[in-house]
């Protein structure tokens, strides 16, 4: 049975930092992805990553940005850790290879960003995230003696020692079949979001929440899952991003009329205000009969402010997207752009460490809750936490492996997730509904009553849809019964951590009685600091999620009006 110090569960941004601190830290380690490291999701993300590197910048300041970003429910301590680091982390990518965009005095170029009071993004054109995936990974295959990968590896469950403590995980190869057990001193998760139990999403299709559901099902707290993203540009055709660099590049957004209403909305930062308050704006707008399009419910993102050069050089994806996708050129005309599901805030528990409450389990990256981005993450923001946190939880346990004794798993766990695939793949045919149809109706359901305006009604309806589509899911039909790259029943699996996470959303977005980030609650839609700067932690039970409540730490920022 392979046994590392430390397992690593996902190999996005977060796990393949991770890794690399772990290793350095001196520790055996192992990273292990259902996909080929460099097609995880984190290599989608376009703007770029956050850092107070310019001489006239300061990480207070950054740090300030974050806590009013995340409309004060970010954890103080926590940002402060990630702003403070942030310019180092960058300045390490840098050493590593990533070729971070340059200006004219050849100097690190910083683009404006949503919500930021002064340029601070390091940007690879719009292909950061691939960028900084591909070094990464260049660097662990140059620590092969120490790093053992397991790719196309789909983890299933984890297991508890009798302690209680984190002790391995069980998976399953994809390319074959086979199940097994992997021991370890301490597991990190860090398999990202959960993006694709909205329907349309830009997240890829397989950010599925996987690592949000192994931990709650093990007894982790699951904490600000009512904070879900929506992006202020997402193609109307399919929901596929358009990054904020656009307008950070100078792009503006233009109602049916013509106007360039963020005017109204925030007059200092306009279309550069926080995402919960752009994605606001413009649902308000088409709400309100201003949309644009047949249907008019699209807004234009007017690119063709920015010079054509730069549109070239800076954002040139985009302008494939544009093409591909929309059939628009984005250097001549305005694109059709609608706020879509992006992010989630919420996830896993965690302190400053990447530890969760659960002795040697940690998390990393979207797949947890530091809390660094509360209501609201800014834009370039989540490439510096997955980068700093994914790094601070490498050295955490790998300390702790070097002061204790390998556990073990006993195989009974293996015959369990065994039994569990068995029973999928033995459902009859044609019995229930498809997996895809209850998937489409899960997004559907989610991104008409959990999105940018809620009310109790809505949340109430999802609440119920979830829970009949859980039942249904148990009976969901599968067409491959094979062994060989069997995604059917991987589908069937992810199908079931998805509907884990979409509770945990819809029951904390009814119990956040208030207005605050991305939560908007048409029913109350104030912020209510006097009862509502807290946590919402919930916890496994038998009849869904328990909910409690933690404090969220100040350290030098009160609450005060927030407005761009
Ligand atoms: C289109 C797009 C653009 C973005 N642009 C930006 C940007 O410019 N700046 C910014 O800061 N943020 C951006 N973001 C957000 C940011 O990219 C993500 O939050 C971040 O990359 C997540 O990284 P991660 O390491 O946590 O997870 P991921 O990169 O999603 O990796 C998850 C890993 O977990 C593995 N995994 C999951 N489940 C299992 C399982 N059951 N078994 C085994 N392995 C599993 C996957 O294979 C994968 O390796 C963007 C996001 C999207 C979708």
Redesign the pocket.
Known sequence: MPAHDVLI????????RAALAAAQEGANVAV????H?V????????????AAIDPSDDWRSHAYDTVKGSDYLGDQDAIEVMCSEAPAEVMHLEHIGVTFHRNERGELDLRAFGGASMNRTA?VA?I??QAI?HVLYEQLLKHGKQVDRYEE????DLVRDDAGCCCGAI?RDVRTGRVEAFTAKNVIL????A?QVYHP????L???G??IA?AYRLGAPLMDMEMVQYHPTTLVENG??I???ARGEGAILLNSDGERFMERYAPNKRELASRDVVSRAEQTEILEGRGVGPSKDGIYLDITQVPRKRILEALREIVNVGRDFAGVDITTEPIMIRPGQ??IMGGVKTDIHGATPIEGLYA?????CVSVHGGNRL????????LIF?RRAGVHAAKRAAAMPMPSVAHSHVLDQEAMISAILARPAGAGRRISEIKAELGETMNKHVAVYRDEDGLSTALQTVKRLREEAKTAHIDDRGTVFNQDVLGA??LS?MLDCAEATVVGALERKESRGAQFRTDYPDRNDEEWIKHIELTISDDGPDVSYSDVTVTQWQPEVRTY
């Not at 860090?190 to 979001?193: E, V």
């Open positions: 569960l996902g190999a996005g941004l977060a796990g393949q292990m992805s259902k996909v490291p097609r995880s999701h984190s290599v989608a993300a376009a703007g770029g990553i956050n940007y719009d950061t995230g995936l590896w789909f983890v299933t998976a860090a398999c990202g979001g993006g999403t830009t997240n890829g397989i950010v599925t996987d690592g192994l596929l991003l990054t904020e660099g992006h992010y990393a990256g979207e797949v947890a834009g370039a923001n989540s490439l510096l936490d997955t994914g699996i992810e951590y």
